[in-house]
């Protein structure tokens, strides 16, 4: 996505189209929070209305339990309509 579907602004690196969910991705290195606009932009921009929306990131940030990421994903939730996960290192999804 970066460069080729959103040229400008903040962006998400990927997006993976499933058969009714679509998965964007933002790679981060520890500032969270910097994730957080690009991949609601991207859900703005190119989310679809009949699709379920996921939204990804991936960290080397630790620990991940704290009661601020909790609210974050909350908020992400309320503000995009996506579900949020947050993971170190990488994730593994079946789509």
């Given at each position: 996505m970066?460069?080729?579907?959103i040229?400008?602004?903040?962006?998400?690196?990927c997006?993976?189209?499933?058969?009714?969910?679509?998965?964007?991705?933002?790679l981060?290195g520890?500032k969270?929070e910097?994730?957080?606009?690009q991949?609601?932009?991207?859900?703005?921009?190119?989310?679809?209305?009949?699709?379920?929306?996921m939204?990804y990131?991936?960290?080397s940030r630790?620990p991940?339990?704290?009661?601020g990421?909790?609210?974050?994903k909350?908020?992400f939730?309320?503000?995009?309509?996506a579900?949020?996960?947050?993971?170190?290192?990488?994730?593994i999804?079946n789509?």
């Amino acid at each position: 996505m970066d460069g080729c579907q959103i040229t400008e602004g903040r962006k998400c690196d990927c997006l993976v189209m499933a058969e009714t969910t679509q998965h964007f991705v933002e790679l981060k290195g520890k500032k969270i929070e910097e994730a957080i606009p690009q991949l609601s932009r991207c859900i703005e921009l190119l989310g679809l209305e009949n699709f379920r929306k996921m939204a990804y990131i991936v960290t080397s940030r630790s620990p991940l339990r704290s009661t601020g990421i909790q609210k974050m994903k909350r908020n992400f939730k309320k503000a995009t309509g996506a579900d949020l996960k947050i993971k170190n290192g990488f994730i593994i999804q079946n789509i």
